[in-house]
């Protein structure tokens, strides 16, 4: 199957693997595919940087997905170091404020600025988790108000304190949408083909609904990492994504 490289380079495959040799194993059956490849904490711990600088030598766009969520001035050093890897694109938590994400912004800012041959990475938000549910949210997080109404307004957030989108559920990209703009971008994780298992995700659309509604980006693990044959799911995929 020949694929269009643009909407292949919409989805993002969470190699969310504990060691390096298993996630080398799922890339090298998806060459060809100019997906993103997302690299979580549990790879990360496990790999560190240097499989990282692996994907990129391979030429994969990479999202860094460390939700960094800390003092200003940590996450402005983290934000830093993470930029001098030349990834595509890394986050924080919203939640931490906005000066912690206007810092994310300028320790990025600062590593390009100390060397030419870096490019800015795209700098997002997590606004509410994907696994996190009304009464998750309200009782046990104790933050008051509908999901919908808690994620644009951290969307809002982000977009003034100088971030290029946020992380959010598909549910929920229509209304970043209408308060930030077309050009706001909008990763997407809780994404289930129809028929495949929810897992402990809360708040999920098929690939085709989040492409239809609107989303920059679709986040997807295991429906492609666990299936007998990830490459034929990706590609799958990628096609309910190009008729959406």
Same mark, same amino acid.
């Given at each position: ?29 998806? /060459? ?9 904490? /549990? ?84 606004? /509410? ?79 085709? /609904? ?35």
């Amino acid at each position: 199957m020949t694929l269009p490289q643009s909407m292949a380079g919409r989805l993002m495959v969470a190699l969310d693997f504990p060691d390096a040799d298993k996630a080398r194993k799922l890339v090298k059956g998806l /060459q060809g595919i100019a997906c993103y490849m997302k690299v979580g904490m /549990q790879l990360f711990y496990a790999a560190g940087p240097d499989f990282v600088r692996e994907l990129k030598d391979k030429g994969y766009s990479v999202f860094l997905d460390l939700k960094m969520h800390d003092i200003p001035n940590t996450v402005r050093g983290g934000a830093g170091s993470i930029t001098r890897l030349g990834v595509d694109m890394f986050n924080v938590h919203a939640a931490g404020g906005s000066a912690m994400m206007h810092a994310a912004r300028e320790g990025a800012q600062e590593a390009v600025e100390a060397n030419s041959s870096l490019s800015l990475p795209l700098i997002i938000a997590v606004t /509410q988790l994907t696994s996190t549910d009304q009464r998750t949210m309200n009782e046990e997080i104790g933050i008051a108000g509908s999901v919908e109404d808690t994620v644009v307004r951290y969307a809002r957030l982000a977009q003034e304190a100088g971030l290029h989108g946020v992380v959010a559920s598909p549910l929920e990209v229509q209304a970043i949408g209408a308060a930030c703009g077309p050009d706001f971008r909008t990763v997407t994780p809780g994404i289930r083909p129809a028929g495949s298992s929810v897992g402990d995700q809360a708040r999920i659309l098929t690939p085709g /609904q989040a492409i239809a509604g609107g989303s920059s980006y679709i986040v997807v693990g295991r429906p492609i990492t666990g299936a007998a044959d990830p490459r034929t799911a990706a590609e799958q995929i990628i096609e309910e994504m190009m008729k959406a």
